[in-house]
C-alpha cells in the first residue's frame, strides 16, 4: 500500500489516492507515515492528499477520520515520542475538506502560535502558519482571533516564517495588516511555498509584492 500510494503522489494523481481511500479507509494512515518521507515534495503532497482521503471516508466514517485528527494533534505532544513535522498541515486540509464535521479542531489547529510551548513552537511556526493560511477561509473566527499572533511573525529572523506570515495574511484577506511595511518588499529572504502538487522557491518580497 505505502509503495503504492508513493507512486500515485509522484506522478501526482491526487483522485485516484481519493478513490482508493474510499474504497480502504487505512489509506488515511499510510498517507500520515508518507509525511515524512525524505522526499519534501512527496511529503507535502501527501499532506494535501490526507485532506482529499479524509473527505471521501468521513462520508460514511467521519469518526475514523476524527480519530486521526486527534493522533495527529497528539504528535505535536512531548508524550508522542516522535515529531511530525507536518502535523498542523495535515490537520488543517482536513478542517478545510470538512469545516463542519470537524470545526472543534479549526480553532485547536489555529491556536498553535499561543498554544505550543517556544522551545516546541520554533520547529512549528512555519508549518502552523501555512495551517492557518489553508482554513483562512473556512474557519475566519479563529483565523481572525490568531491574527496578532500571525503579525508578530512578520519580525521573525527566519526568512520562511516571515514569508509565510505575509502569505497567510493575504489568504485570510488582510494585506492592510503588512501593508504598511515596505522592507517587506524588498525582503530577499528564501521561502519555500506548497501549493497545489507543487513546492516553489519564492521570496518574502515577491510574496508581500504579489498578494
Known sequence: MKNLLRELLEA???????????????????LVSLTFDADPLIAWRAVEAI???????????????RNHLRRLHWLLS???GGVC????????EIIRRRPVEFSEYAGITTSLLHAMAEEDLGHFRAAVLW????????????????LPNVVACLESPDPQVRGLAVWCLSQAGRQDLFANRPELLSDDGPVDLYDGGRL???????LAGLL
Open 12 to 30: 501526482w494523481q491526487p483522485e485516484e489516492i481519493a478513490d482508493l481511500a474510499a474504497r480502504r479507509k487505512r489509506v488515511l494512515g499510510v
Open 51 to 65: 485532506g482529499l482521503a479524509a473527505d471521501r471516508i468521513a462520508d460514511k466514517n467521519p469518526e475514523y477520520v
Open 78 to 80: 512531548e508524550e508522542s
Open 85 to 92: 513535522w507536518h502535523a498542523p498541515q495535515a490537520m488543517a
Open 200 to 206: 516553489e522557491r519564492t521570496t518574502v518580497g515577491a
Open 131 to 146: 495551517a492557518i493560511g489553508r482554513v483562512a477561509t473556512v474557519a475566519r473566527q479563529e483565523v481572525d482571533s490568531e
